[in-house]
């Protein structure tokens, strides 16, 4: 990376946001809460979208992206239209100097991953992709409980992630496969692929199957099961589904020594909880400890602070750069799996068959 700006000039960034959906809307609240930064532009195809996110956060309105990507007052990107468009418009970015936090997936393939990737490799530059879950009270707890063996060594992991759409959901964007790159798996249950890896560890394999079950959509599936396996021989269950007619979040890690359940995700979900159960040596019923979150802090919030973070250190970490990556490596390999009803074996990045 070159030489980083002093922490006086990072004092406020100046950013971009290309997106004035509901995400784009959230971002700039985070921005603005944290007092690290300014929204400099808002762009998107609908001008009253981009003028209403504009007059909100006190920026620039245009339907352009380009404009907004390419003016030199901009440090940082955030790229939150549909994911058809996040590798041109992050690639742009990168290749004129900004830093990029891209929604998740972080794109609609591997392919278009990867360039994005290799994009912030030649410019230096940060690149992060939006899992805000990972900034969840109950995860990061259930993380720290983890990492001092709570539950002894972990066994497996299963959860239910989803919920029942909406009348019209047909005509969502998200369920259009061109636009979202696929359906219920790549849209929410990314998420969930996502915490397989850093509550379980890196799967090596994949058994998945999908299903179109009640909607109308024309390609994507409304339901898909998968079954990862690590290199440690832990197994991970993952049900994503726009057929949960009661929203519902819920993760249990189950190991030698006991158990962790993970439920809600505020709003419709419910308040987050963590449920530490503590197996018996008599095998009777287990001890149990409940953790509430109550959180001023959003995990949005914290994310946008992770962020900033990485830009002030000059922290252009290809790990980081990587996890939209490697997490769409997964969803793509279940995809595979589900066309094909085989298990698919999943390579290190580096190491991928041509």
Not at 121 to 132: C, D, I, P, S
Not at 209 to 226: H, I, L, M, S
Request: aromatic share 8%.
């Amino acid at each position: 990376m070159d030489a980083a700006p002093g922490a006086a000039e990072l004092a406020m960034l100046s950013v971009a946001i290309v997106g004035a959906g509901g995400i784009g809307h959230i971002r700039a609240k985070s921005i603005l809460d944290s007092q690290q930064g300014r929204v400099l532009w808002v762009a998107d195809v609908d001008a009253g979208r981009a003028k209403e996110l504009a007059a909100l956060s006190s920026s620039s309105a245009t339907v352009e992206w380009r404009e907004a990507v390419s003016n030199p007052e901009v440090d940082a990107v955030i790229v939150s239209p549909p994911t058809k468009f996040h590798a041109e418009i992050a690639i742009q970015a990168l290749e004129a100097g900004k830093h990029v936090l891209c929604e998740k997936p972080l794109a609609r393939t591997v392919e278009e991953a990867r360039a994005i990737v290799e994009a912030a490799q030649r410019a230096g530059r940060v690149l992060k992709t939006g899992f805000n879950y990972r900034q969840m009270g109950h995860v990061r707890k259930a993380q720290e409980l983890l990492k001092c063996g709570a539950i002894g060594p972990p066994y497996y992991l299963r959860c239910r992630y989803g919920h029942g759409g909406r009348p019209g959901y047909e005509e969502h964007w998200c369920t259009d496969a061109d636009l979202s790159g696929g359906g219920v798996l790549q849209e929410q249950g990314i998420h969930m692929v996502d915490l397989v890896r850093v509550l379980l560890g890196e799967p090596v394999k994949v058994m998945a199957e999908t299903r179109r079950f009640f909607w109308g959509f024309p390609e994507v599936e409304d339901n898909c099961f998968c079954l990862f396996e690590t290199a440690a021989g832990r197994l991970a269950q993952v049900h994503a589904s726009w057929t949960e007619w009661k929203n519902v979040l819920e993760i249990e890690i189950f190991g030698h020594d006991g158990y962790l359940r993970l439920e809600g995700r505020d709003g419709h979900y419910g308040p987050q909880r963590l449920t530490w159960g503590k197996r018996q040596p008599t095998h009777g019923r287990p001890v149990e400890e409940v953790f509430t979150f109550e959180e001023t802090e959003s995990s949005w919030d914290r994310e946008w602070c992770e962020f900033v973070e990485l830009i002030r250190d000059g922290n252009d970490s290809l790990e980081v750069a990587r996890q939209g990556l490697e997490t769409q490596q997964l969803i793509e390999a279940a995809y595979r799996s589900a066309r094909e009803h085989a298990w698919i074996e999943i390579l290190p990045i580096h190491r991928e068959r041509p």
